[in-house]
């Protein structure tokens, strides 16, 4: 079984501070990890994933995420929040096995504050 | 063109009526999925059609009936819904995974909003 867990529903920072998302996740194989954002009204967007290879992850807006594997971690950063970056986040771990089933943690909301 | 589209955007309906929440993609996925999100929570996934065959029905009602006409459209048959039901609907997308890199992130549509009265 595969589950992911999100520290913090809530996280707030200001502008041009450093965001910080945590995930943790469990999974019995090595798994394929993904962040999605959500600004509100909308469907889930992928900021980017980690299947294999390098354990640092560039992804769209700025965002990377390391894979720590001793630490069966996948945080989220960007070193400058801006106001555009208020949504909901939610890390997601898979399996990566044919068309199947992805566990989404249970979402962080940043506050971006000016 | 890397878009999931959803139609409608929003959807009142009572518990006796019949309606349908439609999605399509035209990325060569042969993966769709149908997901019900509810405010503040995750996405719940529902159902996966996976080379238009169903792979995965998350015990869901019989209330909730899912479709895949062809490799680009999945339908979702409504009836007979409960005031519980309202939520968002979310229609996603992925390439399926054959064991290789792991390609199967996927790409959502932006919603239906349904609001059963």
């Known amino acids: 079984a595969q589950s992911v867990t999100q520290l913090g529903s809530h996280v707030s920072v200001s502008e041009g501070a450093l965001v910080l998302l945590r995930c943790n996740y469990s999974?019995?194989?090595?798994?394929?990890l993904f962040w999605y954002v959500q600004y509100p009204n909308q469907g889930l967007q992928l900021l980017l994933k980690?299947?294999?290879?390098?354990?640092l992850v560039k992804g769209i807006n700025g965002f990377e995420a390391e894979f720590k594997k001793s630490e069966t971690s996948f945080h989220l950063t960007k070193p400058s929040a801006h106001m555009s970056d208020a949504a909901e986040y939610f890390c997601?771990?898979?399996?990566?096995?044919?068309?199947?089933?992805?566990?989404f943690g249970d979402g962080t909301t940043l506050t971006v504050k000016p | 063109d890397t878009e999931v589209t959803q139609t409608p955007k929003h959807l009142v309906m009572g518990m006796t009526n019949k309606k349908s929440l439609k999605c399509e993609q035209h990325?060569?996925?042969?993966?769709m999925y149908w997901y019900k999100q509810k405010a503040k929570k995750p996405p719940e996934l529902m159902f996966v059609?996976?080379?238009?065959?169903?792979?995965i029905n998350e015990s869901v009602p019989s209330r909730f009936s899912p479709e895949c006409p062809n490799s680009s459209l999945l339908n979702l048959h409504l009836h007979a819904l409960q005031p519980e039901d309202s939520a968002l609907y979310l229609c996603?997308?992925?390439?399926?995974?054959?064991?290789?890199?792991?390609?199967?992130?996927?790409?959502f549509g932006p919603g239906t909003r349904l609001t059963v009265l």
């Open positions: 059609y996976s080379y238009e065959k169903l792979s």
């Open positions: 997601a771990v898979s399996r990566g096995t044919n068309a199947g089933k992805s566990t």
């Open positions: 980690y299947t294999t290879g390098a354990t």
């Open positions: 999974s019995s194989v090595p798994p394929y």
């Open positions: 996603a997308s992925s390439q399926v995974d054959l064991g290789l890199a792991g390609h199967n992130e996927q790409f």
């Open positions: 990325m060569g996925h042969r993966a």
